[in-house]
Each structure stands twice: as structure tokens, then as C-alpha cells.
């Protein structure tokens, strides 16, 4: 990064470059181009996806400019709009004389690639650009490399073509997913916080575990797992609950390494929580050709268990450290907060059962989006009014935007929406509830830059891959080892995205880590869906695991603790999570990959046991502290239950049940000798 972070002036949030009045208005217009384009589709696909990468560029470089000069950032940033414009201006010629550039291509595709790499490297850091450079280096130079590293070799001309302007490089398909599900996913995220969500799960998570053993904790679990239906990025994810949660876990005992952990953890889980996942579901879904909904379902019940696995940590955590819960008088009523703001989860449902009904991800997010935006302003506009009249107001227009969905489509609600817009300008008080839906179309353009840089470079990776044909080396790799040892791949496979977590984002991490390695594991038996969350998961585990875990990292400014320290604690926490990919490969009903469903319930209570005993490994702690044996006994009953081996289950059911009735009635004596002893 080379911006020292700021507060935002126009609608931002703490923690990101400050917005000028002109970037502010970039951001605005870049939400409504995203906006307009999902709506009505005037423009092909190719066209947008090099306008949605011109917007990405041209708003990084004027939020981090080159040598702290604003001049240079929007030099650099207007240069690579116009490049994202030549792609309209040209299309037809381009189409016409794809694979022969002229001059003026040359510059236009050296120029975005050159630039994409120095805009990722000023979002992120130097790791995922020196990553893409050896693959851009491996497509120009890999013919000098040995057998069976090298290639035929590619000339410039090729590279350029690829990367630049064709289908399969920096326009590819996590570039198309980028600027059409994810970013308009985020947007929805953003309305939704400016409406006051993060409130509504604040306040309904405190209600019902605030006063709980070890209480605030769990409220950052609760609080964070709902986050992640509305919000699929981790890290902002840990900047927006974990304000709130992770003080409130200090005041009450925990430490701020296990509370910045704690709400790490938590985060990251909402990337694998339905219905709005993270941008690596959406990618997903496009790489394997398999509906967005079919991901979401897999992703169920692997989510819930990971949520459980930080609940139960939590739980164990302040069983052994004994932290008690908030005063039950300081927490909210939850169904209070539910009955003040429960009409922000219609668009949430309603995004549910679109997707349910089987519309596609861009058609449901994008009346979620606007479903939300005719709840803000007919609720800001209803509230000018009395009590019963407010009720009235808000109804009409509810049914009114949904009528014109229905009849005459999602054009007819953009209508409703501008309608309500110009009326609340005339009210007064109603240009504050504008300000704040433009601040979220602000706030919505600078959260996508992360990911849509990404996902714009690590079309540099799909392109050199399709390009030489590399990846089918490393799988051959992958597939022979599988062949004497499926775990064995499995723990390479998982090693790998362990690693590559260490510097670069969830999204490119999943995109390498699926093209070298699912396809292996597709060949070696596992399902093509199971093979793609296998990298998935370990994807986002990677973001929690040290010495670079960004998720820990962010949350390191509100804990006051190292991130460093905060990751370690978070790799405990979530050290039973790591158990659920592989029971899901050797068990794909885990994911919901069967029609029987006595193998679901079955394979649901076996990975609930095996969280509940690597939990006490771990911790320590069950009813009472658990002695260093069974602690031992705890680690190999789960182990049995996770291999997936003759008897091995009977094993390790048998060898939980022993241990758990052996720790109660220890417990038990315990408790019975305490009452029956005379007091000091």
C-alpha cells in the first residue's frame, strides 16, 4: 500500500484513502454505470468488462497516486479509462482483426497490463503482482527452461493478445463475474449498512447471547455470520462488527489476541455463508458451469459447522478462563430490534427466493438492490408523516415497486426509485436519506476496487495457463501422488493454498489453486463441486493462517495486538475447521452431494462430535478442564472419525462416548465431594 490510510470525507469509511469531491463523483458514476448495465444490458459483455477495469484503475490510481501526486494519479488513471474506452470505440475492428494487432493495440494492451500490475500492487501489496510476473515471465520465456517445464515458446504479439484483449486474460471470467454479480452483490451490501443492518444484527446477536458464558464473544460470532448473508468480504467484514465486538470481548475479560481472533475468524466464515457468498462463489460458479444456488447449497452446511466450530471454541475458551456474559439489563431486547428494523430482511429474503426460484445471481441481486433502495427511501419518506399514515406510505410503495417488477420488469422499478428520489428531494429532511443512498454508491465502488483489481490480474494467470498449457503438468504432478495416496494430494492441495494465502487474496488464491490442482482431484475420484470447495475453504482458511493473515491484520488496529498474535489465536479457534473439507471429500454428503438423507444426517452428526472433541483438544476444556490424556483421547477419537476407513467410525463414536461419560462423572464426583466438604 502506498496511501496512508485516512478518513473518508464523503461517505467512506475509517481506514481507507479519503475521498476528494472528483473521486467521489468517479465512484458515483462508476456505481450507476454498473447499475445501469445490469439493468438494461446496452452495451456487450467485452465492452463492459474493459469499462468496469478502465473504472477500477482510474479510481485506484486517484485514491493511491504515484509519488503522493494527485496530477500523476489521474494521468495514470485516465490513461487506463481511455484504454477501457478504445474497447468500445474499436469493438467492431477489434473483432475483426483478433490475433493481428496494430500499433495502436500494442500500446493500448501493453499499457492496461503494465498499469493493472501497479494498481494491484498499490491495492494490495507487492505479493499477488510478483506472483502474476512469473507467470507472465513463464509465457514469455518459458521455452528456455528445461523438460518438462518448457513450452514451444509465444511471441509478444501472442502474449499481448491474450492478456490484453482477448477472452481468457485480464477480460476473463473473473473480470465478467466481477462486473456483473459481484459488484452489484456489494452494492447491496452497501444500502443494506447504510439502512442500519449491521445495528439490526448488533443488537438481535446481543439480546439473545450477550448475557450467555462468555457471552460477547459469541456475539462476535453471531453478529459476524449474519454479516456474512449481506457481506461475503472478510476484512470488511472484521473493520465494520468487529468496531463493536472486539472492545466489547476486552472490557469483558478476553484478551486482545483472542478477541482480535475471535472476530477473524468469524469474519472470514461469511465468505462461505449463503445466500451472498463471497466473489469466489460467484467465480466459481461460472468456472465449473454450475448454477449459483447449487454452490450455495453445498456451502450450507460446511458454513454452519464452521460458525459452530467458532461457537464452541468460544464456549470452551470461557469455560476455562471462566469470563461470564454482560448483565442481562445491559443487552437489547433482540425482538425489539427485530420488530423496529425487520423490514430490512425482505430484500434478503426476497434475494433467497429468487435465487430458490431459479433466476440467475445477476436478475436476483439486481431487484435485491433495488427492493432495498425503495425500502430506504420509502421509509425515510413515510416518516415525514404521522404514525399511521407512515404505515400507509411504506406499504403503497412496497407494493408498488413490487407490481412493477412483476408486470413490467426491473426498468419499471429504477422508475419507482427515481420517482421516490425526486420527491424526497422536495421534503425537507429527505436530501439526507439521498446523501446517504449516494454515499453507499460511493462507499460500494471503493469496497469492489480490492476485488476487482484482483480479479483483474489474476486474469494474467488463467491467460498464461490456457496459453501454454501448464497447468496440466503440475495436475499430472497432483494425480500421481493421488494415485498411491488421495490424503496425500488432498494435504498438498491444501498445503498449497495455505501458502500462497500467505501474500495474496482469497479470490486469486482459489483461481491458481483451482486451475493447477481441482482439476487432479476431479481425476482422482472427487466430485468436480467438492473439488472446487475443497480450495475454496482452505482459500479463506488461508487469510487466518500467519505469518501474513490479512483478515488478522485488519482486526490488529481495533484489538491493539500484533497480527501476528491475533493469527495464532485464530488458527486455535479455528482448528477444528479444518477437519470439515476433508470429511466433505471423503463424504460428499457433507455438501449436500446425495438424495439420501439419512447419509446427511449421519455425516452432520459425525463432523458435530469430531468439532466438539478437536474443540477440547485444543482449548482444553469440556464441563471441567480436561486432563493432558484425555485430551489425547479427544485428538484420536476425532481423527477416527475424520479418516475414512473400515470401522474407523465405530472406533471413534466408541472412544467419545467413553470419554464423555468418563468426564461427566468425574465432574460429577467432583461437584458431589465439593458440596459434601465442611466450609473454610
Same mark, same amino acid.
Given at each position: 500500500m502506498t496511501s496512508t490510510p485516512t478518513t473518508s470525507s464523503a461517505g467512506g469509511h475509517?481506514?481507507?484513502? *479519503?475521498?476528494?469531491?472528483?473521486?467521489?463523483l468517479v465512484a458515483v458514476v462508476f456505481s450507476s454505470f454498473q447499475v445501469i448495465t445490469a439493468a438494461f444490458a446496452p452495451l456487450s459483455s467485452p465492452v463492459v468488462r474493459a469499462i468496469h477495469v478502465g473504472f477500477l484503475l482510474l479510481m485506484t490510481f486517484t485514491l493511491y497516486p504515484p509519488l503522493g501526486q494527485r496530477w500523476l494519479g489521474w &494521468? *495514470? =488513471? =485516465?490513461?487506463?479509462?481511455?484504454? =477501457?474506452?478504445?474497447?468500445?470505440?474499436?469493438? /467492431?475492428?477489434?473483432?475483426?482483426?483478433a490475433g493481428d494487432l496494430t500499433g495502436a493495440d500494442y500500446v493500448v494492451g501493453i499499457v492496461t497490463i503494465v498499469l493493472v500490475f501497479e494498481a494491484a500492487r498499490r491495492v494490495m501489496g507487492a505479493a499477488l503482482p510478483i506472483i502474476c510476473g512469473l507467470f507472465l515471465a513463464y509465457a514469455l520465456f518459458g521455452q528456455y527452461l528445461p523438460e518438462p517445464l518448457n513450452h514451444r515458446g509465444y511471441g509478444l504479439d501472442q502474449v499481448v493478445g491474450q492478456l490484453g484483449f482477448g477472452t481468457e486474460g485480464i477480460y476473463g471470467t473473473p473480470t465478467f463475474v466481477s462486473s456483473s454479480y459481484i459488484f452489484l452483490f456489494i452494492l447491496f451490501g452497501s444500502f443494506l449498512e447504510q439502512a442500519g443492518m449491521i445495528k439490526l444484527f448488533t443488537d438481535f446477536s446481543l439480546g439473545l447471547f450477550g448475557h450467555a458464558k462468555g457471552g460477547p464473544a459469541k456475539v462476535a460470532v453471531i453478529s459476524s455470520g449474519l454479516m456474512g448473508t449481506i457481506n461475503g468480504s472478510g476484512v470488511a467484514n472484521v473493520v465494520t462488527t468487529g468496531q463493536f465486538t472486539i472492545p466489547l470481548m476486552k472490557r469483558f475479560g478476553y484478551k486482545p489476541a483472542f478477541a482480535g481472533g475471535v472476530e477473524a475468524t468469524s469474519s472470514m466464515g461469511g465468505q462461505i455463508m449463503p445466500p451472498v457468498m463471497g466473489a469466489v462463489a460467484f467465480i466459481m460458479a461460472e468456472t465449473i458451469n454450475v448454477p449459483y444456488l447449487e454452490i450455495c447449497i453445498a456451502a450450507a452446511i460446511p458454513a454452519i &459447522?464452521? $460458525?459452530?466450530? %467458532? $461457537?464452541?471454541?468460544?464456549?470452551?475458551?470461557?469455560?476455562?478462563?471462566? !469470563?461470564?456474559?454482560?448483565?442481562?439489563?445491559?443487552? +437489547?431486547? +433482540?425482538?425489539?430490534a427485530v420488530r423496529l428494523r425487520w423490514y430490512l430482511v425482505l430484500p434478503l429474503a426476497i434475494l433467497v427466493f429468487l435465487l430458490f426460484s431459479g433466476y440467475t445471481p445477476l436478475f436476483s441481486g439486481m431487484v435485491g &438492490?433495488?427492493?432495498?433502495?425503495? !425500502?430506504?427511501?420509502?421509509?425515510?419518506? @413515510? @416518516?415525514?408523516? =404521522?404514525? &399511521? +399514515?407512515?404505515?400507509?406510505v411504506f406499504w403503497v410503495l412496497v407494493a408498488l415497486a413490487c407490481s412493477a417488477f412483476f408486470r413490467y420488469g426491473i426498468g419499471a422499478v429504477m422508475s419507482v426509485i427515481a420517482a421516490l /428520489?425526486?420527491?424526497?428531494?422536495?421534503?425537507?429532511g429527505g436530501r439526507q436519506t439521498l446523501r446517504s443512498a449516494v454515499d453507499a454508491m460511493a462507499d460500494g465502488a471503493r469496497h469492489a476496487l480490492p476485488v476487482g483489481v484482483a480479479c483483474a490480474l489474476v486474469g494474467v494467470i488463467i491467460g498464461v495457463l490456457t496459453l501454454t498449457g501448464a497447468a496440466t503438468t503440475f495436475a499430472g504432478y497432483i494425480i500421481q501422488l493421488g494415485q498411491h495416496s488421495l490424503f496425500l494430494s488432498l494435504l498438498l492441495t491444501m498445503l498449497v493454498c495455505l501458502v500462497l494465502g500467505m501474500g495474496i487474496p482469497t479470490i486469486p488464491n482459489y483461481i491458481i489453486t483451482s486451475s493447477l490442482a481441482a482439476p487432479a482431484l476431479l481425476e482422482l475420484g472427487v466430485p468436480l463441486l467438492v473439488s472446487h470447495m475443497f480450495v475454496f475453504y482452505f482459500g479463506i482458511m488461508a487469510d487466518l493462517t500467519p505469518p501474513v493473515a490479512l483478515a488478522c491484520f485488519a482486526a490488529s488496529p481495533i484489538a491493539r495486538e500484533s497480527g501476528l498474535k491475533i493469527s495464532l489465536q485464530a488458527i486455535r479457534i479455528a482448528a477444528a475447521g479444518f477437519v470439515v473439507p476433508y470429511m466433505a471429500v471423503y463424504a460428499p454428503a457433507l455438501m449436500l452431494q446425495t438424495d439420501d438423507w439419512t447419509a446427511v444426517v449421519y455425516i452432520v452428526f459425525k463432523a458435530v462430535v469430531a468439532i466438539l472433541l478437536w474443540g477440547g483438544a485444543v482449548i482444553g476444556h469440556w464441563l471441567a478442564p480436561l486432563r493432558w490424556y484425555e485430551r489425547a483421547l479427544a485428538f484420536a477419537a476425532a481423527a477416527?472419525?475424520?479418516? *475414512?476407513? +473400515? %470401522?474407523?467410525?465405530e472406533i471413534g463414536l466408541a472412544l467419545a462416548a467413553a470419554l464423555a461419560a468418563w468426564h461427566v462423572a468425574r465432574e460429577r464426583r467432583r461437584l458431589r465431594a465439593a458440596a459434601a466438604a465442611p466450609p473454610a
Amino acid at each position: 500500500m502506498t496511501s496512508t490510510p485516512t478518513t473518508s470525507s464523503a461517505g467512506g469509511h475509517a481506514g481507507a484513502p *479519503a475521498f476528494t469531491t472528483a473521486i467521489f463523483l468517479v465512484a458515483v458514476v462508476f456505481s450507476s454505470f454498473q447499475v445501469i448495465t445490469a439493468a438494461f444490458a446496452p452495451l456487450s459483455s467485452p465492452v463492459v468488462r474493459a469499462i468496469h477495469v478502465g473504472f477500477l484503475l482510474l479510481m485506484t490510481f486517484t485514491l493511491y497516486p504515484p509519488l503522493g501526486q494527485r496530477w500523476l494519479g489521474w &494521468l *495514470a =488513471g =485516465g490513461a487506463a479509462f481511455v484504454a =477501457g474506452l478504445y474497447h468500445w470505440v474499436f469493438e /467492431a475492428d477489434l473483432v475483426q482483426r483478433a490475433g493481428d494487432l496494430t500499433g495502436a493495440d500494442y500500446v493500448v494492451g501493453i499499457v492496461t497490463i503494465v498499469l493493472v500490475f501497479e494498481a494491484a500492487r498499490r491495492v494490495m501489496g507487492a505479493a499477488l503482482p510478483i506472483i502474476c510476473g512469473l507467470f507472465l515471465a513463464y509465457a514469455l520465456f518459458g521455452q528456455y527452461l528445461p523438460e518438462p517445464l518448457n513450452h514451444r515458446g509465444y511471441g509478444l504479439d501472442q502474449v499481448v493478445g491474450q492478456l490484453g484483449f482477448g477472452t481468457e486474460g485480464i477480460y476473463g471470467t473473473p473480470t465478467f463475474v466481477s462486473s456483473s454479480y459481484i459488484f452489484l452483490f456489494i452494492l447491496f451490501g452497501s444500502f443494506l449498512e447504510q439502512a442500519g443492518m449491521i445495528k439490526l444484527f448488533t443488537d438481535f446477536s446481543l439480546g439473545l447471547f450477550g448475557h450467555a458464558k462468555g457471552g460477547p464473544a459469541k456475539v462476535a460470532v453471531i453478529s459476524s455470520g449474519l454479516m456474512g448473508t449481506i457481506n461475503g468480504s472478510g476484512v470488511a467484514n472484521v473493520v465494520t462488527t468487529g468496531q463493536f465486538t472486539i472492545p466489547l470481548m476486552k472490557r469483558f475479560g478476553y484478551k486482545p489476541a483472542f478477541a482480535g481472533g475471535v472476530e477473524a475468524t468469524s469474519s472470514m466464515g461469511g465468505q462461505i455463508m449463503p445466500p451472498v457468498m463471497g466473489a469466489v462463489a460467484f467465480i466459481m460458479a461460472e468456472t465449473i458451469n454450475v448454477p449459483y444456488l447449487e454452490i450455495c447449497i453445498a456451502a450450507a452446511i460446511p458454513a454452519i &459447522l464452521y $460458525f459452530l466450530t %467458532a $461457537f464452541v471454541m468460544v464456549h470452551f475458551e470461557a469455560g476455562r478462563a471462566n !469470563l461470564l456474559g454482560m448483565p442481562k439489563d445491559e443487552c +437489547p431486547n +433482540p425482538w425489539e430490534a427485530v420488530r423496529l428494523r425487520w423490514y430490512l430482511v425482505l430484500p434478503l429474503a426476497i434475494l433467497v427466493f429468487l435465487l430458490f426460484s431459479g433466476y440467475t445471481p445477476l436478475f436476483s441481486g439486481m431487484v435485491g &438492490l433495488a427492493l432495498t433502495v425503495v !425500502l430506504i427511501f420509502g421509509a425515510a419518506l @413515510s @416518516s415525514r408523516f =404521522g404514525a &399511521l +399514515p407512515l404505515r400507509i406510505v411504506f406499504w403503497v410503495l412496497v407494493a408498488l415497486a413490487c407490481s412493477a417488477f412483476f408486470r413490467y420488469g426491473i426498468g419499471a422499478v429504477m422508475s419507482v426509485i427515481a420517482a421516490l /428520489a425526486v420527491v424526497l428531494a422536495i421534503v425537507r429532511g429527505g436530501r439526507q436519506t439521498l446523501r446517504s443512498a449516494v454515499d453507499a454508491m460511493a462507499d460500494g465502488a471503493r469496497h469492489a476496487l480490492p476485488v476487482g483489481v484482483a480479479c483483474a490480474l489474476v486474469g494474467v494467470i488463467i491467460g498464461v495457463l490456457t496459453l501454454t498449457g501448464a497447468a496440466t503438468t503440475f495436475a499430472g504432478y497432483i494425480i500421481q501422488l493421488g494415485q498411491h495416496s488421495l490424503f496425500l494430494s488432498l494435504l498438498l492441495t491444501m498445503l498449497v493454498c495455505l501458502v500462497l494465502g500467505m501474500g495474496i487474496p482469497t479470490i486469486p488464491n482459489y483461481i491458481i489453486t483451482s486451475s493447477l490442482a481441482a482439476p487432479a482431484l476431479l481425476e482422482l475420484g472427487v466430485p468436480l463441486l467438492v473439488s472446487h470447495m475443497f480450495v475454496f475453504y482452505f482459500g479463506i482458511m488461508a487469510d487466518l493462517t500467519p505469518p501474513v493473515a490479512l483478515a488478522c491484520f485488519a482486526a490488529s488496529p481495533i484489538a491493539r495486538e500484533s497480527g501476528l498474535k491475533i493469527s495464532l489465536q485464530a488458527i486455535r479457534i479455528a482448528a477444528a475447521g479444518f477437519v470439515v473439507p476433508y470429511m466433505a471429500v471423503y463424504a460428499p454428503a457433507l455438501m449436500l452431494q446425495t438424495d439420501d438423507w439419512t447419509a446427511v444426517v449421519y455425516i452432520v452428526f459425525k463432523a458435530v462430535v469430531a468439532i466438539l472433541l478437536w474443540g477440547g483438544a485444543v482449548i482444553g476444556h469440556w464441563l471441567a478442564p480436561l486432563r493432558w490424556y484425555e485430551r489425547a483421547l479427544a485428538f484420536a477419537a476425532a481423527a477416527f472419525l475424520v479418516a *475414512a476407513l +473400515p %470401522a474407523t467410525d465405530e472406533i471413534g463414536l466408541a472412544l467419545a462416548a467413553a470419554l464423555a461419560a468418563w468426564h461427566v462423572a468425574r465432574e460429577r464426583r467432583r461437584l458431589r465431594a465439593a458440596a459434601a466438604a465442611p466450609p473454610a
